[in-house]
T-cell receptor, first 112, second 110 residues
Framework: NAGVTQTPKFQVLKTGQSMTLQCAQDMNHEYMSWYRQDPGMGLRLIHYSVGAGITDQGEVPNGYNVSRSTTEDFPLRLLSAAPSQTSVYFC???????????FGSGTRLTVV | GQQVMQIPQYQHVQEGEDFTTYCNSSTTLSNIQWYKQRPGGHPVFLIQLVKSGEVKKQKRLTFQFGEAKKNSSLHITATQTTDVGTYFCAGTNTGNQFYFGTGTSLTVIP
């Protein structure tokens, strides 16, 4: 049982480049979400999904897109990377939006 | 929007001392969760509190949910070096989003 798997673990991008952070879970969780973690800011919600085909914006959605074509996968796309998007990104899933969240191991992204 | 504030931001304690972190919300919460993140790691779920005034214990950890359901606390008795990490609360009132606090970073000095 792998839980929540995130790839890559580390990434360096140049300003203006685009990329996709991958997230997959094998627990048949309906609820999935993306957070970014910055020093002193805690975890801020970027986008979330309550089930396949349904996504919605969180607190800090600008510059990011998501899709949920299957229950298992919830990729996060950076459209045009900016230095302000340098952060650690966590994907999390839960059986419901009020349930316990299982987090992936994170992606450390640096935009130069 | 909803805000969940957590204090203190940092805490250094001698091994064996107690530690408490507090979580306060601007609105009434339907439930609250606590997570621990080890240095370099990812948040790991500890517990969820739902009822007003609820108290739950996990070994040396005691979690409380305030009577008004606007605040919560995590108390660790006799800290150990294994307690090092950042402790986050996460709460929600309506809708389907949890809002995380800013976290309390605990350092335990041997």
């Amino acid at each position: 049982n792998a839980g929540v798997t995130q790839t890559p673990k580390f990434q360096v991008l140049k300003t203006g480049q685009s990329m996709t952070l991958q997230c997959a879970q094998d627990m048949n969780h309906e609820y999935m979400s993306w957070y970014r973690q910055d020093p002193g800011m805690g975890l801020r919600l970027i986008h979330y999904s309550v089930g396949a085909g349904i996504t919605d914006q969180g607190e800090v959605p600008n510059g990011y897109n998501v899709s949920r074509s299957t229950t298992e996968d919830f990729p996060l796309r950076l459209l045009s990377a900016a230095p302000s998007q340098t952060s650690v990104y966590f994907c999390a899933s839960s059986y419901s939006w009020q349930g316990a969240y299982t987090f992936g191991s994170g992606t450390r992204l640096t935009v130069v | 929007g909803q805000q969940v504030m957590q204090i203190p931001q940092y805490q250094h304690v001698q091994e064996g001392e107690d530690f408490t972190t507090y979580c306060n919300s601007s609105t009434t919460l339907s439930n609250i969760q606590w997570y621990k993140q080890r240095p370099g790691g990812h948040p790991v779920f500890l517990i969820q509190l739902v009822k007003s005034g609820e108290v739950k214990k996990q070994k040396r950890l005691t979690f409380q949910f305030g009577e008004a359901k606007k605040n919560s606390s995590l108390h660790i008795t006799a800290t150990q070096t294994t307690d090092v990490g950042t402790y986050f609360c996460a709460g929600t009132n309506t809708g389907n989003q949890f809002y995380f606090g800013t976290g309390t970073s605990l350092t335990v000095i041997p």
